[in-house]
Every structure is written in C-alpha cells, then in structure tokens.
Nanobody, 130 residues
C-alpha cells in the first residue's frame, strides 16, 4: 500500500489546515486509516484514526475538539481537518493504514495511539508560527 500525505504548510496560530492522504495503485477497502505526527527527538504520536466500516473513530486528547478525520471511500483518500492550530502542533504529519481486523475498540485505540500501523506514507510538514 502506497500512501501520500499532502496539505501541510506554514499557518499562523489559530489557523486551519486540511491534510489529505491518498492511496496509489490500490484501494483502501478493508483498511483503517490513521493520522500521526512526529517532532524530532520525540516518539511518533497517534492523533486520529478511522475504521473501514464499523464507525470507530479515535482522537487523541491533544487534538480532540480541534480536528476531524474523514475518508472518501470512492477516492481511497482520507482527510484530517485541523482547526485552532497552535505552535505545539508543529510537526511532520503522516498517514498510515492497517488492515481493519481489530477485535474491539480498545485494540483499535491502542494501535492508533501507539502509532502501531503497518503501512506508512511520506509525511507532510506542518509549521504553526506567526
């Protein structure tokens, strides 16, 4: 599975960005999709994940109420709408997929929050600065 994240850039505090994650060559049928970020010297952080078909969604506390994850099944694309951005949101943002065989929400949440997904795309830089 090849993924490409896009939509990053420089934005002022309080601004918004919409990140996109597109699959190439394959569909994302049967896969959960997640968004993650990493700052140099820190572990990769799971921000938000969405299941393939059963409506499971996870948001990390650090971004809850400020981001919305969605997916376009026909386009095999996922999105992360980010609002009220803060300087501490500055990071490289990645999308990733995992076959959606999670037995329960707890497993889904642990895999997402722990950035334990199998297929990763290249990241896109988000910089929040005035």
């Amino acid at each position: 599975v090849q993924l490409q994240a896009s939509g990053g850039g420089l934005v002022q505090p309080g601004g918004s960005l919409r990140l996109s994650c597109a699959a190439s060559g394959v569909t994302l049928d049967g896969y959960a999709i997640g968004w993650f970020r990493q700052v140099p010297g820190k572990e990769r952080e799971g921000l938000s994940c969405i299941s393939y078909s059963n409506g499971r969604i996870y948001y990390a506390d650090s971004v809850k109420d400020r981001v919305t994850i969605s997916r376009d099944y026909a386009a095999s694309t996922a999105y992360l709408q980010m609002n009220s951005l803060k300087p501490e949101d500055t990071a490289v943002y990645y999308c990733a997929t995992e076959p959606d065989y999670f037995s329960d929400y707890g497993t889904f949440r642990r895999k997402c929050s722990g950035a334990d997904f199998s297929f990763w795309g290249q990241g896109t830089q988000v910089t929040v600065s005035s």
